[in-house]
């Protein structure tokens, strides 16, 4: 249940390393006879990652892996905004996942108040734990639409939350907790560029020895097998 942390010399460097581990941890659980429980992120660099995966997709069999999003802007369907659109875009199709595999988060069109979503939103996740949880982080700290001094969102028991008040654009949300996020074998951070050091450090070098989930929320989700940080040296420069 350690931490562990991956360190790469840039982002292209450190994207293929992940697209490694990636289908490497995907093969080795449907050799076991299972299909892969996956959670998918959004930002710049799990984008180029999904575009990296579906030129390089290994020796998985895409068809029988099941996704589901970390979080979601609460907006409409087929709006840009959504990480899911740039997913299915980007990896999902090129790769022929099974459309019943893959569990897209509610949208406004869906006609529900967000907190209703929230609901539909955790309905929708296994019984069980995921396999793989990939994880972004912004400057600030946060993961998911989980952000610093949101007591509630972070420190939650449920496993999804609405969030109304975004600091950043969209104001409307859904996210895994922590506590929900936390149920998967690995959990792995992915961060590049010299804009994310201080929050790295933040999350993996506090001064005082110990992190605050709620400051920085991208500290709180553990793997219950391992928790890795995949750097490249301009995330990991402040270590």
Known sequence: M???????????ALVARVAAALTGRLASVQAEGRVPRVVLAGGSIIEE??????????????????FWWGD????????????SLAAVRDLLKPLGADEELVHLPPATDSGQPVQDAAATYAQDFPAGDFDVVLLGMGPDGH??????????????TLDAVAVVDSPK?????????????SRSAYVWLVA??????????SALAPAGGTVD????????????EATVWWLDEDAAALL
Do not use: Q
């Open 72 to 83: 979601e802007r609460y907006v409409e369907s087929w709006s840009s905004e959504r990480n």
């Open 169 to 181: 654009p969209p104001p409307l949300r859904l996210s895994m907790t922590p506590a929900r996020l």
């Open 2 to 12: 350690g931490i562990e942390v991956e360190r790469s010399a840039d982002a292209a």
């Open 49 to 66: 990652l999904h575009r990296t995966l579906a030129a390089s997709p290994g020796a998985v069999d895409w068809s029988r892996v099941e």
């Open 213 to 224: 989930p709620v400051e920085v929320p991208a500290a709180a989700p553990r793997g219950r």
């Open 192 to 201: 590049s560029g010299s804009g994310k050091a201080e929050a790295v450090r």
């Open 143 to 156: 993961t998911c639409s989980l952000f610093p001094g949101r007591e509630d969102d972070v420190l939650s």
